[in-house]
Each structure stands twice: as C-alpha cells, then as structure tokens.
C-alpha cells in the first residue's frame, strides 16, 4: 500500500480550506515506508520542475528521495532538464514506458496545465502516489475524472499551492482563526499583476484558454485557494465580467516572437530572451521541436484570455467576496480586507512598484477592531524563497514535519474548489450569467 493512500476516506475534511491529513504522516521517515527512498518521477521538465521540484530536491533531500524518471513531450527539453537538476535518471518522452521501467512510487506533475489530469489519472490508475502544481486541472469534466479517479483508486493527491505557506498568508490566516474580527461577513479583494510579470503570461501558452484555462483558472486559482482556506469555506456561486484590454488584439502591432519582431526599438513590452541563459537552454535550445517560443509577442491575435476580471463570489458560510485581478499595472502585489463583525483585517501586499517600500513595509497588515484602535501586526520573518514558504512545503512533502492542522498539505477537494471558482467565473463571462459550483461537479 502506498504512503498516501495510508489515510483512510473518514480523514476527508468537510471544506476545502482544509487539508490531507496522512500526507505528512506518510512522509514520517520513522515509518516504515519513508526508510526507503521515494522512487520519484517528474512529467514535465520545464522550468518549475527544474527549479521548484528537481534541483532542490536532488541537492537537499536524496537522503529521501530517489529520482527515476524525466518524461516531457519535448525530447530535448527533458534533456535540458535533467541538465539543470543535476540528476542521472533515465529521461522519457512517453508516459506509459517512463511508468512501466522506472516504477516510480511517487508523481510530480509539472506539465503544461492543461495536461495535469491526464497524468494524475493515468498515475492514480497505475498506484502512483501523486502531487500536482495548480491548477490540478482547467475545466470540470477533468476534474469530475480527477474526482473520479482517486475516489475509484482510494488514494490522495496533493496539490502545491505554495502561497499558503509563505509566512504571510500563514499569519492571516491566523489572525481569522483568532476570532479576532468576528464573523467574517464579506471580502474585499484585488490582485494586481504588473507589466512585467502580468505580460509574460500573454507571452507564453498561458495565453490560450485551452491550455491554461485563462488566469481565472491559471493565476486565480492561488487566489481563490487562499481565500477558501483562509475563510475555510466553499465557493457556492459566482457571477464575472472579463474583458482583453491591452494584450492580444487590442496591441498597435504584432510579430511571432520578440526575437525575429522588427517594432523591438517601440515596443515597451520587449523581451530578450537571449539575455537569460537558462532560458535559451530549456526553451530556445529545444524550440525546433515544438514551435514553442518562450519569447512569444504579447500582442498576438490568437491571445484568447483576459486581463482585467472582476467577480462575485458567494461562499458557504454566507460571506460575499469581491474579487478583482488585472494583468497591466504598473505595479505587483495586491490587497485584501475582511470585513467582520467585530472589526476589519486589511493586507497591503507590495511586489514590486516603481517606489521604495522598506523591507518591514513589503506586506502590511492592519487590525482595526470596531470601536477600538488601528495595530499593525507583523509578519515573522523567515529565510528561503517566497519567505521559507517553499522549504516548508518540500519538508512537508518530503519528510517528517511538524505541522499544525491548518498547515497540513491541500488535498484534491482544495484543488477543486480552487479551480472550479475560477472555471465557474470563465463559464459566467461566456454564459453571461451565475454559475453555481454544485453544477459544475459532483463532488
Ligand atoms: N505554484 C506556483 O507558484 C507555480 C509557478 C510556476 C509554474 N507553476 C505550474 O507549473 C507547471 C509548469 O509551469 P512552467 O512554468 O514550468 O511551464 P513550462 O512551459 O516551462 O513547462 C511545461 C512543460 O510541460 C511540457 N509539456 C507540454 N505538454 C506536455 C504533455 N502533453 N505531456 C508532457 N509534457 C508536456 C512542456 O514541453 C514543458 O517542458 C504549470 O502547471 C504551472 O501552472 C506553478
């Protein structure tokens, strides 16, 4: 019996804010099973699985971890892979021969979105314990056949959503669990993606909605993640507007690709790839195979998603959320504020902006308790990328950790619900109408 699938179907915690229980009690090295190490694949080899899931892995946990197995449709970019992870295994392009003779015990899929649930599936099939990047999937009908699938199998996936460990979100989180604001009753929030890194998802597959599932899902599903872990509720119903508004068609002009574009000296959206060395490794090295261009134009007509969202979003415990995301300001970060019986929580969150923030400042978060004072509560500071955020996820993952239960790995359910706000605020922008979750799945 797998690690995973040590947890039996009574642990299934009733909303999606919460979390797999036995996930990190597999990963307990004093177990049995982790004194073996995990037999662990990798299906695609782009750049999150080179620098989030493959490099730290092979240099700080192979005292648990055994890597297998590459696979990536790309046969050079599964070479280019396992050149930046610094691993020996062998390297696939077909899925079904990379399980048949690597045998791994252990998935991580890392392909392009749309792609997840067909791995997830096949592995669950197969009795391959399975962590997936978000978005687990991009449309209802797979995630009824993720659903499906590892009910069928009873098993569990994980789904990485990072951002809840970053010690910011964690100390939000707790400030609601406090009970320091009382019921929350409703919600205010706006994500602003900047002209930086809100244009490179129109400069790459992201940019179709049959890939990505648009940034409702792509992107948002981070947002909404947080947002049904932080109230611990479920998404019950959404109405949304979308528009494309500066990428795309609406652009002045337009090339295939920075590279070969002749408007470079005009365009403020130019990018050079050439100046990234990793890059022209895993993208530019491995082009001539697929016709994939990392440095593809922002302004190309076939750009199908939007950026500028707004929605509606109803939750089961009665709260009502506003929920804004744009893809061209000219700046990163974004804000939050709850609205609760008791008083207000407020997050400012500063990425980057073209103003100096100091380091204390980068996320501030404020306290206002109704007919009392304004505090600002501070984040604790932590070392590693996104705030220790990503270290703590992979000692979760991959060994022992200790972890309150509200830091416990997301589960498939959280991975749903994530995903299905954002595929119900897509389906409302094309239907022109609300669109309850329950409709969408039978959970
Ligand atoms: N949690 C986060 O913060 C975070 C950050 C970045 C990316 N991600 C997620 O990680 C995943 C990969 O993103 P990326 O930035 O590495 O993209 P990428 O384009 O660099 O890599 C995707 C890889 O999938 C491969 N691929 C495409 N179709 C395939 C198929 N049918 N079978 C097998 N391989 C296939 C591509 O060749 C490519 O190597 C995405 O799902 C993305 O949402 C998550």
């Known amino acids: 019996m797998s690690d995973f699938n040590s947890l039996s179907r009574r642990d299934f915690v009733a909303t999606a804010g919460g979390a797999v229980l036995g996930a990190a009690i597999a990963m307990n090295p004093s177990s049995a099973a982790a004194q073996t190490r995990r037999r662990y694949a990798i299906v695609g080899t782009g750049d999150r699985a080179s620098g989030m899931w493959g490099r730290p892995i092979a240099q700080e946990y192979s005292d648990v971890v055994e890597f297998v197995g590459l696979c990536d449709v790309n046969p050079k970019r599964v070479e280019a892979g396992k050149q930046l992870m610094g691993v020996t295994c062998p390297t696939f392009t077909s899925f079904d021969e990379m399980c048949e003779k690597a045998k791994p015990s252990l998935l991580m899929v890392t392909t392009v979105d749309a792609f997840h649930s067909e791995y997830i599936v096949k592995a ?25 699938a590892e009910k069928k199998n009873n098993r569990k996936i994980v789904v990485t959503f990072n951002y809840r460990y970053a010690p910011k979100h964690r100390t939000v989180k707790e400030i609601l669990m406090s009970g320091e604001i009382g019921r929350i009753v409703s919600v205010d929030f706006s ?79 130019h990018y050079d790839i050439t100046r990234n060395a990793t890059y022209m490794k895993l993208y530019v090295g491995c082009e001539d195979v697929d016709g994939y261009y990392r440095d593809g134009c922002v302004f190309r007509e076939d750009v199908d998603i939007y950026d500028t969202m707004s929605a509606l979003v ?28 008791k008083g207000r929580l407020e997050v400012r969150d500063h990425e980057r902006q073209p103003w100096k923030v100091e380091t204390a400042d980068a996320t501030e978060i404020y306290l206002t308790k109704s007919f009392g004072e304004r505090v600002k509560v501070p984040v604790r500071e932590e070392q590693g990328g996104h705030g220790g955020g990503d270290t703590r996820l992979r000692d979760l993952i991959f060994r022992k950790a200790d972890a309150p239960e509200h830091m416990r790995l997301p589960d498939s359910r959280a991975g749903a619900m994530s995903c299905l706000t954002g595929i119900a605020a897509r389906t409302s922008v094309e239907q022109k109408q609300a669109v309850r979750i329950a409709e969408l799945v039978r959970l």
Not at 323 to 337: H, I, K, S
């Open 314 to 341: 109803k939750y089961s415990n009665g709260v009502t959320m506003t929920y804004d995301l744009n893809a061209f300001m000219p700046f990163e970060g974004y804000r939050v504020a709850f609205n609760g019986e």
């Open 124 to 148: 669950l099939n197969r009795g391959i314990d399975v962590m997936t990047e978000k978005p687990m999937v991009i449309n209802h009908t797979q995630c009824q056949a993720v659903l499906d």
């Open 191 to 269: 994500w602003y993606l900047d002209v930086i890194h809100g244009a490179d998802y129109f400069r790459r597959w992201h940019r179709l909605k049959n890939r990505s599932g648009s940034l409702w899902v792509h992107k948002a599903t981070h947002h909404f993640d947080l947002m049904n872990w932080w109230l611990g509720a479920d998404p019950v119903e959404v109405t949304a507007n979308a528009g494309l508004q500066v990428y795309g068609k609406p652009g002045p002009f337009r090339a295939a690709n920075c590279r070969s574009c002749s408007y470079k000296s005009q365009c403020r959206f």
